[in-house]
């Protein structure tokens, strides 16, 4: 009897050990960066797509490529309550690389991309018999789900930007153009009239870049390339809408293209990653601009040098970055996501993983989930959906609105294990006691 309860006790003693940590540290990933869900493909593989949050939640995603040469019509549209995709009447003209922004009424305006047999990634290649910058721009109806015609921008424009200004006016900044190559113009779009009218234009033509607004409700755009050869910039431009014109601002450490921007809570921008040149590793650095002293300073470098990636920013003050792709290896992509602490200012390993891409579509969800999908990876336009929730944000099953700590699954087992040992070691020695 001695020796069965010597038996049971070291079980025990094992289960404490080994138990608590295993759902202690199966919970620390997800505690300290989140954690990811993969749900229902989309309808259609591609890349170079837009994706816009509606006012209802759901997400509008147009267009894109499947393979870099053809341009989509198709559109589909998600639903985060069944996370589920449906699909929607085709837009009324196929389009990549354009821009997709919600206005006020609710309604999303689409404007610009490219249309072509041509691969545009491609030095010059572009300009091919056939290939078009578009300057057509179409409206889409969430309660119709229909897409119709609106007023053509005063030029076709692809790798552009497109910012709302804070009296609702969208304004496209830069981009290429199959006949200009670099832009520098800008035009601004008002809902209220259904009209384009020219915008002053940036000091630099410029494509590839980004373009943030900032908390005062001026524009930032930051580097990027001219368009004629990928030889990205430092340079930086902030518009004042009161005064349209834009002003020449510190330039950035390092020049970069297709690289990613990132509003901070304090009002500050934080940059990180990009192409720095043809043939050359992509940066691993990242910086930070503060608008009330004019200046950058360099953050702590990401693990992995990276373009055509994106950074999430979370409640806390960290950011997420995810997918992307590296100059030195451009047949697959980055899988791996990275944290940054903004009090010591270093990126770190999550140790999260999901398919890795570039150019994926992302949009904010209303439960606070981050919805990527599609993108190119490994040369193919990938049809791949998935819902990135931050720490405290725990995943549920397809459809189920009530969502349930893993932990606490962790936690349950390991306690019915528990009652199962005690169980055993009071029926064992009954069952096993000679008959007499």
Same mark, same amino acid.
């Given at each position: 009897?001695?020796?069965?309860?010597?038996?049971? =006790?070291?079980?025990?003693?094992?289960?404490? =050990?080994?138990?608590?940590?295993?759902?202690?540290?199966?919970?620390?990933?997800?505690?300290?960066?989140?954690?990811?869900?993969?749900?229902?493909?989309?309808?259609?593989?591609? =890349?170079?797509?837009?994706?816009?949050?509606?006012?209802?939640?759901?997400?509008?995603?147009?267009?894109?490529?499947?393979?870099?040469?053809?341009?989509?019509?198709?559109?589909?549209?998600?639903?985060?309550?069944?996370?589920?995709?449906?699909?929607?009447?085709?837009?009324?003209?196929?389009?990549?690389?354009?821009?997709?922004?919600?206005?006020? /009424?609710g309604d999303v305006l689409i404007a610009g991309g490219?249309?072509?047999?041509?691969?545009?990634?491609?030095?010059?290649?572009?300009?091919?018999?056939?290939?078009? /910058?578009?300057?057509?721009?179409?409206?889409?109806?969430? @309660?119709?789900?229909?897409?119709?015609?609106?007023?053509?921008?005063?030029?076709?424009?692809?790798?552009?930007?497109?910012?709302?200004?804070?009296?609702?006016?969208?304004?496209?900044?830069?981009?290429?153009?199959?006949?200009?190559?670099?832009?520098g113009s800008c035009e601004i779009f008002d809902p209220?009239?259904?009209?384009?009218?020219?915008?002053?234009?940036?000091?630099?033509?410029?494509?590839?870049?980004?373009?943030?607004?900032?908390?005062?409700? @001026?524009?930032?755009?930051?580097?990027?390339?001219?368009?004629?050869?990928?030889?990205?910039?430092?340079?930086?431009?902030?518009?004042?809408?009161?005064?349209?014109?834009?002003?020449?601002?510190?330039?950035?450490?390092?020049?970069?293209?297709? #690289?990613?921007?990132?509003?901070?809570?304090?009002?500050?921008?934080?940059?990180?990653?990009?192409?720095?040149?043809?043939?050359?590793?992509?940066? #691993?650095?990242?910086?930070?601009?503060?608008?009330?002293?004019?200046?950058?300073?360099?953050?702590?470098?990401?693990?992995?040098?990276?373009?055509?990636?994106?950074?999430?920013?979370?409640?806390?003050?960290?950011?997420?970055?995810?997918?992307?792709?590296?100059?030195?290896?451009?047949?697959?992509?980055?899988?791996?996501?990275?944290?940054?602490?903004?009090?010591?200012?270093?990126?770190?390993?999550?140790?999260?993983?999901?398919?890795?891409?570039a150019w994926p579509a992302e949009a904010d969800l209303?439960?606070?989930?981050?919805?990527?999908?599609?993108?190119?990876?490994?040369?193919?336009?990938?049809?791949?959906?998935?819902?990135?929730?931050?720490?405290?944000?725990?995943?549920?099953?397809?459809?189920?609105?009530?969502?349930?700590?893993?932990?606490?699954?962790?936690?349950?087992?390991?306690?019915?294990?528990?009652?199962?040992?005690?169980?055993?070691?009071?029926?064992?020695?009954?069952?096993?006691?000679?008959?007499?």
């Open positions: 009897m001695k020796g069965m309860t010597a038996i049971f =006790f070291s079980i025990w003693v094992i289960f404490l =050990f080994l138990g608590i940590p295993i759902a202690a540290g199966s919970a620390s990933t997800e505690d300290r960066y989140g954690s990811i869900q993969s749900v229902q493909a989309m309808h259609q593989g591609r =890349f170079n797509h837009t994706a816009t949050t509606l006012k209802d939640g759901r997400v509008l995603v147009t267009g894109g490529t499947p393979d870099g040469y053809a341009s989509l019509r198709s559109a589909e549209i998600f639903d985060p309550k069944t996370k589920d995709w449906d699909r929607l009447p085709d837009m009324l003209d196929p389009r990549m690389r354009h821009t997709s922004n919600i206005l006020l /009424s490219y249309y072509g047999g041509g691969h545009p990634s491609i030095f010059h290649s572009y300009k091919g018999p056939g290939n078009h /910058s578009i300057d057509g721009c179409e409206i889409f109806d969430p @309660s119709t789900l229909d897409f119709r015609r609106a007023a053509p921008m005063m030029t076709g424009r692809f790798w552009h930007r497109a910012v709302e200004l804070k009296d609702g006016r969208i304004m496209v900044i830069g981009g290429l153009n199959v006949t200009h190559s670099g832009l209220t009239k259904g009209t384009w009218t020219e915008a002053a234009s940036l000091n630099e033509p410029r494509a590839r870049f980004t373009a943030t607004v900032l908390a005062n409700g @001026s524009v930032i755009v930051t580097g990027g390339h001219n368009g004629t050869v990928k030889v990205p910039t430092s340079t930086c431009e902030i518009y004042i809408p009161t005064e349209d014109r834009w002003y020449r601002i510190a330039p950035m450490n390092d020049a970069r293209g297709y #690289h990613s921007a990132l509003l901070l809570g304090d009002g500050r921008l934080m940059v990180s990653g990009g192409f720095s040149g043809p043939k050359t590793p992509d940066h #691993h650095s990242s910086e930070i601009y503060d608008p009330v002293l004019g200046i950058w300073t360099l953050s702590g470098p990401m693990r992995l040098g990276k373009h055509a990636h994106s950074m999430i920013l979370l409640s806390n003050g960290g950011i997420i970055s995810h997918g992307g792709s590296s100059v030195t290896d451009l047949s697959c992509q980055v899988c791996g996501l990275e944290y940054y602490d903004t009090v010591s200012g270093i990126w770190s390993d999550t140790y999260l993983l999901m398919l890795g891409r209303p439960d606070g989930g981050h919805l990527i999908c599609g993108g190119l990876s490994c040369n193919e336009a990938k049809d791949v959906t998935d819902i990135y929730y931050p720490p405290g944000h725990f995943v549920a099953a397809k459809g189920d609105d009530d969502r349930i700590d893993p932990t606490y699954m962790i936690i349950g087992a390991l306690v019915l294990v528990a009652l199962v040992l005690v169980a055993l070691r009071f029926a064992l020695p009954r069952i096993l006691r000679p008959a007499s």
